[in-house]
């Protein structure tokens, strides 16, 4: 028999992945969604649905480019910034009389070209992304109120806005979800399917391996971070529509819920794994607290306790559990292994 035949199938890494840590998440979202429907008033009832929909729109979109940029090591805390100068410059132009045609192009471009500024700090002068992004961060947000100061810009189209906050067949599922829907196959297939995929992971888990394997690091996560700003301006652009309101705080804090969803999802902090799934899952979840909390009343400085306990949490419990599982094969290669027994078989006469 050959050894093809004998040898056991390997599953996928990202395969082996969903199998634990994101099947858990995946499990604690749906428990989450029965408890909340049947404690909660009013959660189970498709208007809250539909809500709650709209309400992880943004974060699910903005997710999706920040599941790549952590699963390479780095982070991009300035994308609730992005949001937020995008819908400021949406509302600018708007006012000045552009047609809505043109302007939602331009915004996705303003946020790619926002994710190219940090992109050339980390890549090209080599600056870490935790400091930088938290100087994008002030900078994207003060952008925002010397473009639109303290007012608000409304009266966006009606086609538009309707379509936003429509829902597909008058139904309780919103019409803005088949754009995350797509979005979200792309990006998975990418991640999990493509070689782009693999050098994202190979220069997440070890850079000069990865530079060793012919990966050009700088220039992958330059574009990371280009798509992460585009992506952000399109959730300004949706976040503008859904409210009918163009404002420079829109988005204010949402890039510690986006943060705390990827690496609920199993997404590590120190980069090289991470599974899509499991990243959508930790966005349902934490929407699904906030909103079970927002019905009843709890205030948003709650909301923001709630939010900080489960980042922390999502960091502080996989590395636990890493600890442990190399404490217990430790162990294991310690212990002897034991002498096999011998039977003792009767003298023939």
Not at 27 to 52: D, H, K, P, Q, Y
Not at 206 to 213: H, K, L
Not at 323 to 334: D, E, G, K, P, T
Request: aromatic content about 8%; overall charge positive; proline content about 5%.
């Amino acid at each position: 028999m050959s050894a093809s035949t004998t040898a056991p199938r390997r599953r996928a890494p990202w395969l082996a992945r969903l199998a634990s840590w994101d099947a858990a998440v995946i499990l604690v979202t749906v428990i989450a969604l029965v408890v909340a429907s049947g404690a909660v008033e009013n959660f189970g009832t498709s208007r809250n649905f539909t809500f709650l929909l709209l309400d992880l729109l943004p974060i699910a979109l903005i997710a999706l480019p920040m599941t790549f940029v952590i699963v390479t090591g780095e982070i991009d805390l300035s994308v609730a910034s992005t949001l937020g100068l995008t819908s400021a410059f949406m509302g600018e132009m708007w006012d000045k009389g552009l047609s809505i045609e043109t302007i939602i192009p331009l915004c996705i471009l303003l946020g790619a070209v926002l994710g190219a500024f940090n992109g050339f700090f980390v890549t090209v002068l080599k600056l870490p992304s935790l400091a930088v992004t938290i100087g994008t961060l002030a900078l994207y947000r003060g952008l925002a109120f010397v473009v639109l100061g303290d007012s608000a810009v409304a009266d966006f189209p009606n086609s538009y806005t309707s379509w936003v906050t429509g829902t597909i067949g008058g139904g309780s599922v919103p019409n803005v979800l088949i754009p995350l829907i797509v979005l979200a196959l792309a990006f998975g297939l990418v991640l999990h399917a493509t070689p782009i995929g693999r050098a994202v992971f190979a220069a997440g888990a070890s850079e000069q391996a990865a530079r060793f394997a012919g990966i050009r690091v700088g220039r992958l996560k330059f574009w990371l971070y280009v798509v992460s700003g585009a992506v952000a301006g399109l959730a300004g652009v949706l976040w503008t529509l859904r409210y009918s309101s163009a404002r420079a705080d829109n988005g204010y804090g949402a890039e510690l819920a986006v943060v705390a969803a990827v690496l609920l999802g199993g997404v590590s902090i120190f980069g090289g794994k991470g599974t899509l799934p499991g990243v959508l899952a930790g966005v349902v979840l934490l929407a699904t607290l906030q909103n079970a909390l927002r019905l009843q009343d709890v205030s948003n400085e709650a909301l923001n306790i709630v939010t900080g306990v489960l980042l922390i949490i999502s960091v502080l419990l996989p590395n636990i559990v890493s600890s442990v599982r190399a404490a217990i094969q430790r162990r294991r290669r310690r212990l002897p292994s034991s002498p096999p027994a011998i039977s003792a078989s009767p003298s023939r006469s």
